[in-house]
């Protein structure tokens, strides 16, 4: 299985607080992803990494940001939660290939 | 511990063949299974199952669930060039969701 991690995996915060994601891997992978999962949309891409400090904005990147310092961690940081960003959180690493592995995801909830 | 497992892995099949691919999967709590399909960068989502027996239709693409056997089917018929993807399985089982490895479709001209 690919090695990614999310942490953490369940948060609870309240409106208008910055909250960070992290996402880790141990697979070496150029190319990382941050998506949000909702009911009735899918999987919708906020922002992905195709390599250290390079980062590109994805389909909902608005009142999200990135950083990636490191090759294996890629941090989603919303910077003043508000209760649309109730939401799945899944980070996905990938190859020259194209195949995407998906982490095991992190349920946020704002209140 | 939960996990889905899509088969096979790889397919290559020319223009116009008919292709069955598997999701099978082990969960507790199962809520429901999701099909996507992933050309470029975002999965775009293709169908969400539920119940057992019900085959959800879009076009040239289907899909059916077994609840007892703990499997889905995507079938695609008449397959064309642009059918060529990786398809993702993923089951939200409680409060998780699990993706499978992918199966990557290849259509030949």
């Known amino acids: 299985d690919a090695g990614i991690t999310q942490s953490p995996r369940h948060k609870v915060t309240e409106t208008g607080t910055p909250v960070t994601l992290r996402c880790h891997q141990t697979?070496?992978?150029?190319?990382m992803y941050w998506y949000r999962q909702d009911p009735g949309h899918g999987l919708r891409l906020i922002h992905y990494s195709y390599g250290v400090k390079d980062t590109d904005k994805g389909e909902v990147s608005d009142g999200y940001s990135v950083s990636r310092s490191k090759t294996e961690d890629f941090l989603l940081t919303l910077e003043s939660a508000t209760s649309s960003q109730t939401s799945v959180y899944f980070c996905?690493?990938?190859?020259?290939?194209?195949?995407?592995?998906f982490g095991p995801g992190t349920r946020l909830l704002v209140l | 511990e939960d996990k889905v497992v899509q088969s096979p892995l790889s397919l290559v099949v020319h223009e116009g063949d008919t292709v069955t691919l598997n999701c099978s999967y082990e969960v507790t709590n199962f809520r429901s299974l999701l099909w996507y399909k992933q050309e470029k960068k975002a999965p775009t989502f293709l169908f969400m199952l539920?119940?057992?027996?019900i085959e959800k239709k879009s076009g040239r693409l289907s899909s059916i669930l077994d609840k007892k056997e703990l499997f889905s089917i995507l079938n695609i018929t008449a397959t064309q060039t642009g059918d060529s993807a990786i398809y993702l399985c993923?089951?939200?089982?409680?409060?998780?969701?699990?993706f499978g490895k992918g199966t990557r479709l290849h259509i030949l001209p």
């Open positions: 697979e070496n992978h150029r190319y």
């Open positions: 993923a089951v939200e089982a409680g409060d998780k969701i699990i």
């Open positions: 996905a690493i990938s190859d020259h290939r194209g195949s995407q592995y």
């Open positions: 539920t119940s057992s027996g």
